[in-house]
């Protein structure tokens, strides 16, 4: 039988606020002395009264707004019923019915192909607390997170494969960064997911299956929990997706929705429980916070903060500045990156604009001329500059190097001042220093040699002493001229201009390179 992957994620983003959801407790990290930022609010003291914290409300709305989704000009919250360790009061203040934004979208890039990512909603909820487990068996709670304002995220049953939800979840990563309302850090918790996981056949096989589907569509599905970075998403779904089928070649798909954790150690998910229904949770509207109005105001002024989304972002620099899809991914996934990289656009153009002769082109060759400075900038920052911060363990926010300094580095190359192999050297330098590129090039004595009448003696040398070289190479054997060249390298430690050996070892010798 022929089947199906249905795929839906619900997405937790912890929101960046300077305190909680419903009290003033300051929204710490998780280096903090446990239970050290708590209050009778977050504790769920009787007789207290929560408060909604503003600046989670209009980060809410930032999210809804830059997903287009649908906001409300009334929310609410509600109480999400359930008991345990981790929950203080007994229930989650979360919203229900009226949640800040139904029915937004985002278009996801796969393999080449655009894919449009329908979400059913995104609602504000106050996070439970942590639970601590100790070696001897206890288990320990640590309220600090308890009262922290997350926005979650639910996608309609829409995505067809493990890699598909990992590069949703990447993209929801970025966006959070972009829009300033999240770290959205995996590892720290900062952006956790439950991933719903069933499986059908397709249409024309639909009368082989045991039992017919729900009024929707679709099977009983499986939801994952436990999901802590994008390789466990992408593993236990591909897990569940083995699990199901082999189910369903059985004649025993599964009958009723399910929890299950992932166990990245086994590898594998195990049953937790049967799944909750709504019902389940006894959801009624939170009586101690009035139902909130969006003005058209405030929906206003909070659209101002909207910035340019990843993929927006990805998509100008290749259109912009004529970059492969691999480089401006790159140069995107960081903020910091991006805005460095586009200062060192706008310092190369205002090099090019002043270049001899560029007064003289047209309009079209002066745009190819200019991106193809641009892509080399682009390539030296994406190869050896990040290879460079990657074998000192840094952060590009450590980088000492300005865009002005780096756009004088490229100038240099472009204006063939020193090869690519004294350029590594130079920024390798410029990395670790904090240097201009000219002053460590004059100070080092490492400009490139270009003048051919000061090469052709070390050019000659290497010839008398490559003498069966020389031969294979004039019998026909024209790769071994890069040999010579790489000799002539030695002799000049690294400062020769490549082009001119090239042109002055083929002349010796008589052959085209």
């Given amino acids: 039988m022929k089947l199906e992957t249905i795929i839906g994620l619900e997405m937790h ?4 606020t300077e305190s909680k959801m419903f009290c003033r407790c300051a929204n710490v990290d998780t280096n903090v002395p446990a239970n050290s930022a708590v209050c009778p ?49 007994g229930y989650q203040i979360s919203q229900f019915d009226e949640p800040i934004g139904q029915q937004g979208h985002l278009l996801l890039d796969v393999q080449g192909e655009e ?19 100790t070696p001897e068996g206890e288990v320990l709670v640590d309220f600090n997170r308890a009262g922290t304002p997350l926005l979650e995220i639910v996608t309609t049953p829409c995505l067809t494969t493990p890699q598909e939800a990992k590069l949703l979840l990447q993209e929801m990563q970025r966006i959070a960064r972009a829009l300033g309302i999240s770290d959205a850090d995996m590892e720290l918790g900062h952006l956790r997911c439950d991933a719903n996981i069933s499986l059908r056949p397709v249409p024309e096989e639909l009368d082989k299956a045991p039992f017919p589907p729900s009024a929707h569509g679709y099977y009983p599905k499986t939801e994952v929990k436990n999901l802590n970075s994008f390789r466990h998403v992408e593993r236990a779904l591909a897990y569940e997706i083995t699990r199901q089928t082999e189910l369903w070649e059985k004649g025993e798909p599964p009958k009723l929705d399910s929890t299950r954790g992932w166990d990245e150690r086994r590898g594998s998910t195990t049953l937790q429980r049967e799944k909750e229904a709504s019902h389940d949770y006894r959801y009624f509207p939170e009586p101690d916070i009035p ?12 659209l101002k903060d909207v910035v340019e989304l990843p993929r927006a972002k990805r998509q100008r620099f290749q259109e912009q500045y004529a970059l492969t899809p691999m480089d401006a991914a790159l140069l995107t996934e960081n903020l910091d990156v991006a805005d460095w990289f586009e200062s060192v656009v706008s310092e190369l153009q205002k090099w090019f604009s002043t270049r001899e002769g560029t007064a003289e082109m047209s309009e079209e060759d002066w745009t190819i001329a200019n991106h193809k400075v641009i892509r080399q900038a682009a390539n030296w920052v994406t190869t050896r500059l990040f290879a460079t911060l990657s074998e000192k363990n840094q952060e590009f926010s450590q980088l000492h190097i300005s865009p002005e300094d780096y756009a004088e580095f490229i100038v240099m190359l472009v204006e063939r001042r020193m090869n690519t192999t004294t350029a590594q050297t130079v920024l390798a330098t410029m990395a670790n220093t904090g240097e201009d590129p000219h002053h460590i090039l004059e100070a080092g004595g490492l400009h490139q040699v270009s003048d051919p009448k000061d090469l052709v003696v070390l050019v000659d040398q290497v010839l008398r002493e490559q003498t069966e070289i020389v031969a294979d190479i004039k019998a026909g054997k024209i790769a071994k001229a890069q040999f010579l060249i790489g000799q002539v390298m030695k ?5 020769a201009d490549p082009a001119i050996l090239r042109e002055l070892i083929a002349g010796k010798l008589g052959i085209t390179l």
């Avoid at 002799?491 to 400062?495: A, Q, R, W």
Wanted: proline share 7%; aromatic share 8%.
């Fill in 41 to 89: 609010i977050c504790l769920g003291h009787p007789g207290t009264l929560p408060v909604p914290n503003a600046q989670a409300l209009a980060f809410a709305v930032r999210f809804a707004q830059a997903l287009d989704f649908k906001i409300p000009m009334i929310t609410k919250f509600d109480r999400k019923h359930y008991a345990y360790p981790d929950l203080p009061k």
């Fill in 115 to 133: 894919r449009r990512v329908q979400f059913e909603r995104v609602h504000l909820e106050e996070d439970a607390a942590k639970n601590l487990h």
């Fill in 13 to 16: 983003i912890q929101l960046k």
């Fill in 491 to 495: 002799l000049s430690k690294g400062k």
């Fill in 291 to 302: 139902a909130i109005e969006l003005t058209d105001a405030f929906l206003t002024t909070t």
